[in-house]
């Protein structure tokens, strides 16, 4: 049986542990929700009184008590829960970003790689079924060659609503703001669909008046591949609207969108014919004692990757998508910063 820790006991940590206890519950892992630190020892309390698990008071101790840790803190404190874990050969799930800086995202990668601990990033929109199902068309070539692709993502300012998430207006406890918040998943899930980025420029504005938060950023980005793209990451303050991705992608005998960006469907259309393709979750996944109602869809979004890492902490094989992976999309990121301060000039990709 693995003992799961948490460091960091805030939504993310209640979607992981909710769809882990799902899958404890379901016999789908061998595991149990053993111990959780949080700098709040009243929301470490309330975390571990759900789960059953004890709360201790630092990181040591946490460690100590657990074969597998998600690192669910703010980015800042990720590399101090790292070295924690590396001191005692924990397996390590790391939520995104993974620093607040490449630099610091280097350095993390070097000192769990150095370990040869098993690690995984919470780039989940790689488990999504409706990405999978996206990157599965364009590989087929049946639509032919991408050509063109058009990324919205917004979400409202996650220091209010469901995320009231203070220190994600910190610049020095988040590194920056929606690119490397929330769109390190855009620009990881792009590469995962459509290959590698030869270069890419950008422009980030600042509306909310959060120092080196920027709640505006647009990334042109042109793919080996020969595919050019263009994503608008947005943070604004309508609270009727959640976390939503919108995709357009034209290939030269096809075009596909989306409007979900978990479940679909795609949409599909031809010279010949217009299809809707379902892309639904894995049988054992709808089967999980999780509710229909929002929590239970969201919290769906992460049960498979986090299976996915419990599955190859236990079977001694890597766990995907590695550290390495979410270095190239921590690259990308960084040179989008370098280009927005220049003004937009383009910069070699990752």
């Known amino acids: ?158 220091v209010q609503g469901t995320y009231a998430s203070q220190w994600r207006a910190d610049v020095a406890q988040a590194g920056g703001g929606c690119l490397i918040e929330h769109s390190i998943h855009d620009v990881d899930i792009l590469r995962y669909c459509f290959g590698d980025v030869d270069k890419l420029s950008a422009r980030t504005a600042n509306f909310s008046g959060h120092e080196g938060i920027e709640d505006l950023a647009t990334l042109s980005l042109s793919f080996a591949s020969g595919l050019e793209a263009h994503l608008t990451s947005v943070w604004h303050n309508i609270l009727s609207r959640g976390s939503t991705r919108r995709i357009e992608l034209f290939c030269e005998e096809g075009m596909v969108w989306l409007d979900d960006g978990f479940r679909g469907p795609l949409h599909i259309q031809t010279s010949d014919d217009t299809e809707i393709r379902r892309c639904p979750s894995p049988r054992w996944v ?46 990308l990121v960084d040179a989008a910063y370098r280009s927005a301060e220049s003004g937009g000039l383009p910069i070699a990709g990752a």
Request: aromatic share 6%; with cysteine.
């Open 286 to 331: 709808d089967e999980l004692p999780l509710g229909q109602d929002e929590v239970g869809v969201a919290v769906r979004a992460y049960v498979e990757a986090d299976r996915a890492f419990i599955e190859a902490v236990v079977d001694g094989c890597p766990p995907e998508p590695g550290l390495g992976e979410a270095l190239v999309a921590h690259r």
């Open 1 to 158: 049986m693995v003992r799961i820790g948490f460091a960091g006991t805030g939504l993310i940590a209640w979607a992981h542990g909710l769809g882990l206890r799902a899958m404890i519950e379901a016999g789908a892992i061998d595991a149990a929700i053993a111990v959780a630190l949080d700098q709040s020892e009243t929301r470490a309390q309330r975390f571990a009184a759900a789960f059953g698990a004890e709360v201790v008071s630092d990181l040591g101790r946490l460690m100590e008590r657990c074969d597998a840790v998600w690192i669910c803190t703010p980015t800042v404190a990720h590399r101090s829960a790292v070295d924690a874990a590396v001191d005692l050969g924990r397996a390590i799930f790391c939520e995104k970003p993974l620093a607040t800086s490449l630099a610091g995202a280097q350095a993390l990668v070097t000192a769990v790689a150095t370990a040869q601990v098993p690690a995984q990033c919470g780039l989940v929109l790689r488990s999504a079924p409706v990405f999978r199902a996206l990157r599965h068309l364009v590989a087929s070539g049946t639509l032919g060659r991408p050509m063109a692709a058009v990324f919205r993502d917004d979400q409202y300012f996650p």
